[in-house]
């Protein structure tokens, strides 16, 4: 019953919205990744990264980004019927086809490949594709649905935008640039638990086994805990390895006391809206973070040898 909707033959193009297609596009969460790789971007060198490079990298990343979240739009259709905070998407709600959003989401992969390979290069290109597939279909299709761990493997995806945007400058894979892989990598499970705590009861309804559904709510507040352990010990490496100074270590320091206290409260409080306070504190969490790597990257550049 829940798929009548989005296959009605009373659909037609008048219908269409370009808020729907905007909104296919998750652009909060590609916002968030944009941001990482132009971070990574500005890293890799020591003063501001060639102009053309920056730009259609930017560009060709961001559209991949848009391209795999349609297509998790497309493949999650059916759940997303069922739950209450993705009832109203594009597909679900009747505003979209089938045919129209996959059209939409290849339309965008293809020029994304094309900016990335003409360009940039070929290396940022074939890693760009490899994160689009191993987030839109392996995760969503696949590892979503087959784990409790899905979104601790499904991670790596998620974590490579810095490295992309990295490649794009310097055509290589760099040790700095995996760090920075890192520190996401460890931020996604605390990030996303906190969320799926609070949506535990839609992820019930549609049998996908994330944490607090298969394990229980204590659980995975001990994991958040102890995860957030493991990511504050990885967001120090940066200035352990040289890469970031005293300026991003004093930011991050705070940061993560901030995250700290957030995941031991999730242990001491009942408090239904806390898991959702975390999880938001936790996107501006990355966010500053990020800025702290360039705001420091760039001072250091300013101090004499």
Same mark, same amino acid.
């Given at each position: ?6 296959s ?23 916002v ?8 990574? #971007? +500005?890293?890799? @060198?020591?003063?501001?990264?060639? =102009?053309?490079?920056? &730009?259609?990298?930017?560009?060709? $990343? %961001?559209? /991949? ?5 349609a ?31 996959l ?9 994304? #490949? +094309?900016?990335? @390979?003409?360009?940039?290069?070929? =290396?940022?290109?074939? &890693?760009?594709?490899?994160?689009? $597939? %191993?987030? /839109? ?19 790596a995806?998620?974590?490579?935008p ?32 906190? =969320? ?44 352990l ?25 999730? =242990?001491?409080s009942?408090?239904?809206?806390l ?29 004499p040898?």
């Amino acid at each position: 019953m829940a798929a009548e909707p989005h296959s009605s033959p009373n659909i037609t193009l008048s219908q269409d919205s370009w808020r729907d297609y905007f909104e296919l596009t998750k652009p909060k969460v590609v916002v968030l990744i944009v941001f990482t790789a132009i971070v990574g #971007m +500005l890293l890799a @060198v020591p003063g501001l990264p060639p =102009l053309v490079p920056f &730009l259609a990298g930017t560009l060709g $990343i %961001g559209l /991949a980004s848009a391209s795999a979240a349609a297509i998790n739009h497309l493949l999650d259709q059916r759940i997303d019927a069922v739950m209450v905070r993705t009832r109203d998407r594009p597909l679900p709600s009747g505003h979209l086809s089938e045919a129209r959003v996959l059209i939409f989401a290849l339309a965008m992969a293809m020029l994304s #490949m +094309l900016i990335l @390979v003409a360009f940039v290069n070929v =290396l940022t290109a074939v &890693l760009t594709f490899a994160s689009l $597939i %191993g987030y /839109a279909i392996i995760y969503t299709a696949w590892l979503k649905r087959a784990t409790p761990q899905n979104i601790v493997i499904g991670g790596a995806a998620g974590a490579a935008p810095p490295v992309l945007g990295w490649t794009a400058i310097t055509g290589q894979v760099e040790p700095d640039a995996l760090l920075l892989f890192l520190i996401i990598f460890a931020w996604t499970p605390p990030h996303f638990w906190a =969320l799926a705590i609070f949506r535990k009861a839609d992820y019930a309804a549609v049998d996908i086994p994330m944490l607090p559904v298969t394990h229980g709510v204590n659980f995975t507040r001990w994991h958040i805990f102890f995860y957030t352990i493991l990511m504050v010990i990885t967001t120090i490496l940066p200035y352990l390895s040289g890469m970031s100074g005293l300026l991003y270590l004093g930011g991050v320091s705070v940061l993560n006391m901030g995250f700290l206290w957030y995941a031991w409260r999730l =242990l001491r409080s009942d408090d239904v809206q806390l898991p959702m306070q975390t999880f938001g504190y936790s996107i501006t969490y990355l966010m500053v973070l990020f800025a702290f790597l360039v705001v420091d990257h760039y001072f250091m550049a300013l101090i004499p040898g």
